[in-house]
């Protein structure tokens, strides 16, 4: 009996070219709060939730931590990312391999810790429709990477056990919540993270970009 292999996608540097848009975001939001910060350091948190990065960066520069400041941030950070959004476009071979994985029968979902408010600017880049397609929102779990909800609640909706899944993500966060989830995690470079981090967070193999893993798909599972 064959195992059928289903792929759950994290979206920012992973499917769509938007971290860098992000990080600037994130700044922005920061520089209105006068809170100082670098921006390596800002791209060091990104796919994680957005509560806990802003909890995690508040702490590193001391500053209160308060909600009411915390959804400013966050409010902050939408705004100045759907700006940004006009410039946003999938990353190489992105399409393709999702177009592949569907001509080949293989379930496939997405999953990000960003709010739907950001999201949507990602997925219609993209060109996927979410009233067809799953995907899972940072507005529809307790708790986001490096948690495993996303993954959990996507394979789910895909209606396949966890440990059939193959999670596709750039950053340590979806390494590291794919690790806890059991799912089998895949990592790429498009989203900065360098491969030894990858492999460290637990990545069984790591590309440099969804054509690079398309090219290599069989050695993920992937068959038609």
């Known amino acids: 009996m064959r195992i059928e292999t289903a792929f759950l996608f994290d979206l920012d540097g992973t499917l769509v070219d938007s ?19 670098s921006v390596w350091r800002i791209h060091r948190k990104i796919g994680m939730s957005g509560g806990l990065f802003t909890n995690q960066l508040l702490r590193e520069t001391g500053c209160d931590i308060d909600p009411e400041r915390i959804d ?10 759907n700006r940004y959004g006009r410039d946003i476009r999938p990353l190489p071979g992105a399409r393709e391999l999702l177009a592949w994985l569907t001509d080949a029968g293989i379930a496939w979902a997405i ?3 960003g709010r739907m408010e950001t999201a ?10 979410p009233g067809r397609i799953p995907v899972v929102t940072r507005d529809q779990v307790k708790y986001a990477k490096p948690d495993p909800d996303l993954f959990l609640a996507a394979a789910q909706r895909l209606d396949v056990g966890i440990d059939r899944a193959i999670v596709v993500g750039d950053s340590i966060w979806d390494m590291l919540a794919a ?8 990592g790429l470079l498009s989203g900065g993270y360098g491969p ?5 967070a637990g990545a069984i193999r790591v590309y440099e970009d969804p054509a690079d893993l398309l090219n290599h798909i069989d050695e993920v599972g992937g068959r038609r």
Do not use: F, M, P
Request: charged letters at 25%; one cysteine or more; a negative charge.
């Open 19 to 37: 971290v860098y848009q992000h990080v600037l975001a994130w700044k922005s939001a920061l520089d209105a709060e006068g809170i100082e910060l």
């Open 72 to 81: 400013r941030l966050r409010r902050a950070h939408a705004e100045a990312y």
């Open 111 to 113: 999953a990000t810790s």
């Open 120 to 129: 949507a600017v990602n997925l219609e880049a993209l060109g996927v429709d």
């Open 179 to 186: 690790t806890r989830c059991r799912a089998l995690g895949v």
């Open 196 to 200: 030894d981090e990858l492999r460290q």
